[in-house]
């Protein structure tokens, strides 16, 4: 019993942790999560990167601890965008991709990390970037590295052959060798591609059900994968634990990727009141992307743009919005997310503006859909999109009330990813 004792107390000694990083903010008022009333003065104590406490009042810091003055601000929990593209910049021409190599998407990527952060942003989603790309951003901001958002990477979208997310555009020698692995025909072969991604690292499975607007493929923005390889797809990412966003743009494309299984639907832009109800009835959620489509519209006539985009472009800039105030108004869970990237970086959150604005939604409805919506869509409920002890500590302010004007999200003055304070 004695030797017991003894060998406890030496193995406490040697376990004993490095002494704790506490952060303190003080608070002026608190959102600590979309639909529950704001709170007053607060303190917030944060340890090693996680929300610890929330007591009422302006505490003083335990000794040692960083005190951050937010005394008179409005804090609340950092945003998520659910659909970024942190390794490109808007415009662009397509035959970049022929001539970069993918590694300077890995630049490009950390300079959108911090800007997309600085705006507020603590966790993004990257739907689309190559092959190794998006993951290697991943690590470098998990870790610190490089300062940026929390990142939840699809790495390469998955495509039919010839559809948008494969290499188009070239001659077919060219398009061989850029070709990314990622295109499929048939259950079996869609099956294994997500099963590739899978090993390859991704979080989260992009497909393209539709055609899409700034790709070179010539072939609409209908339907692109087939009910039954869009089933397959679904079904076989579900039983790896990941969940499916379906880039779509045509209404039978929306109705049929719904129907599959999908998580999310991207973009939306021509759904249908049977499109609607489908995803009403299977529980896919609606990720509008708005600003996609104010990015495009910035650069519609300056050349930037050729025909074969062009003719895709104007085909869809008067439908923008109606969808998503038709499915809102149906009830379908509308998740935040913007396609930055088709428009310049770190202007994510005007986003909010245009959802109130168009899809008829309340500011805390909106304010909802890139928080605690999100985090369901991430599977991350419990640990992001609330202010609440346990949570990891990503943490924005802003002057004045979100609540009473969404576009104060435009201005963010402090974010905290993790527990670290972004420059
Ligand atoms: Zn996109």
Redesign the pocket.
Known sequence: MKIAYFLGVAAIAVAAPARADTKVIHAGRVITEAGKPALGQSTITITDGRITAIAQGLQPAPAGAELIDLSAKTVLPGLVDL?V?LSSDPGGDFWKEAVEPDEYGVIVGAKNALVTARAGFTTVRD??SARQVGFALRKGTAQGMIPGPRIVSAGPAISIIGGHGDVSGFRPEVNAVLDGHNSCTGAEQCAARVREASKNGADVIKITATGGVLSQQGRGLGQHFTDVEMKAIADTAHSLGLRVAA?AHGARGIEGAARAGVDSI?HATFADAEAIKVMKANGTAFVP?LM?FTGIRDRLGQNVYTPTVEKKVRETLSDVGKALKAAHQAGVTIAFGT?A??FEHGRNAEEFGQMVALGGMTPTQALASATTTAAKLLDMDGEIGRISPGYSADIIAVDGDPLSDIRTLEKVQFVMVRGRQIP
Do not use: F, I, R, Y
């Open positions: 659909h593209h739907l689309g880039h991207e992307t996609a396609d990237g088709v």
